[in-house]
């Protein structure tokens, strides 16, 4: 498994498993299935409300001998509601606590938006803090003192766009190792590469499939479906390989890190295998024509009356 390595040496497998929207039910399963395929990053979220299934199979992995601590990569994420500088810790400190583990591998601030401290869901303009109030450069100081402590090894962000990623780097003392970015054909973000690759950053690419295993009220009619895409197909015909293998495949091979989510211990096989496929420059010219600058999660979710989040200056487009 190719790996992304950071300036301390440290390395992020380029695959993760994606445990957005994966059930309680499902964890146990599919976490000790993944392990014993090979997968050792695993992409976390307070958010996703499973860290403790997933860190009691963690805890049974190692315990039984298939996997070492040290051996795993496991990312988790700051959420809207934890911006204040005197929780962010604490809220770290949950974090570990529920997974049972001492340390993260990487410990993101998920989005630029936050939200007053016991509002986990907003539900009205009124839930949100805006980020004059509640500073990101702020929230940020915090997150370095997560390392300081030794609470996590490395930080990082996101859904921050260039502008935002910007405005941090001028008023940081650790920088940012890594933006995670909604990522797949349909979203190249041709110009946060460039940027990020210049700024010594690492992207991780999510919902590479695109997450069709969203709830009806998170996705909009009419989606485009990338396994259906004629030039998607084309490739994965070229490449002998299923439309869902050559995404991943695509997302390597561009040099991002990126999640699949599934419970499936077949598709987590192939997805695993995906990484291997090499793509040859001129495809991944070909595929930039796929390009439609389409998100699947648009951050629309923020935007209702007094809140001062808006799909424009989230994305800052
Ligand atoms: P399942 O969990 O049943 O495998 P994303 O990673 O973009 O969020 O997408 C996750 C969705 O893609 C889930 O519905 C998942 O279903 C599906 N999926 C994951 N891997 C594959 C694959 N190799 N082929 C087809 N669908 C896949």
């Known amino acids: 498994m190719k790996s992304l390595q950071f300036k301390n040496k440290d390395l992020m497998p380029i695959l993760g498993l994606g445990t957005w929207k994966l059930k309680t039910e499902e964890i146990y399963k599919t976490v000790r299935e993944s392990i014993n395929i090979g997968y050792r990053h695993f992409d976390c979220a307070f958010i996703y409300m499973n860290e403790k299934e997933i860190g009691s199979a963690l805890k049974d992995a190692i315990d039984a001998g298939d996997v070492k601590r040290e051996d795993l990569w496991i990312t988790s994420k700051l959420w809207n509601s934890e911006h204040e500088k005197n929780v962010v810790v604490s809220a770290l400190q949950r974090r570990l606590d529920d997974f ?4 993260l591998d990487l410990y993101l601030i998920h989005w630029p938006v936050a939200t007053k401290r016991n509002v986990v869901f907003a539900r009205e303009g009124s839930d949100f803090l805006n980020l004059e109030e509640i500073r990101l450069a702020d ?3 915090a997150m370095e003192s997560c390392i300081e402590k030794g609470m996590t090894r490395h930080i990082g962000v996101s859904n921050f766009s260039i502008k935002k990623l910007t405005e941090l780097l001028a008023d940081c003392k650790i920088k940012p190792e890594v933006n995670q970015i909604e990522l797949h054909p349909l979203f190249q ?3 946060m590469l460039n940027y990020c690759s ?3 950053m690492y992207i991780t690419a999510y919902s590479p499939l695109g997450s069709r295993d969203r709830t009806p009220e998170m996705k909009a009619t009419n989606e485009p479906d990338m396994f259906e895409n004629p030039m998607v197909i084309l490739m994965a015909e070229k490449y002998n390989c299923t439309p869902a293998q ?3 495949a695509w997302a390597v091979n561009r040099g ?3 999640i699949p989510k599934s419970t499936n211990p077949e598709r987590l096989k192939l997805n695993f295998a995906a990484t291997e496929i090499k793509i040859s420059k001129k495809d991944l010219q070909q595929m930039e024509s796929v ?7 648009t951050g629309a979710f923020f935007e209702m009356s007094g809140s001062p989040y808006t799909v424009k200056n989230l994305w800052d487009e």
């Not at 049972?100 to 340390?103: A, I, Q």
């Not at 390009?291 to 999660?297: D, E, G, Q, S, T």
């Open 291 to 297: 390009n439609k600058h389409f998100r699947y999660v």
């Open 256 to 258: 991002t890190a990126v």
């Open 198 to 200: 210049k700024k010594g």
């Open 246 to 248: 050559f995404l991943i």
């Open 139 to 141: 929230t940020w100081a």
């Open 189 to 191: 973000h041709k110009k």
């Open 100 to 103: 049972g583990l001492d340390y």
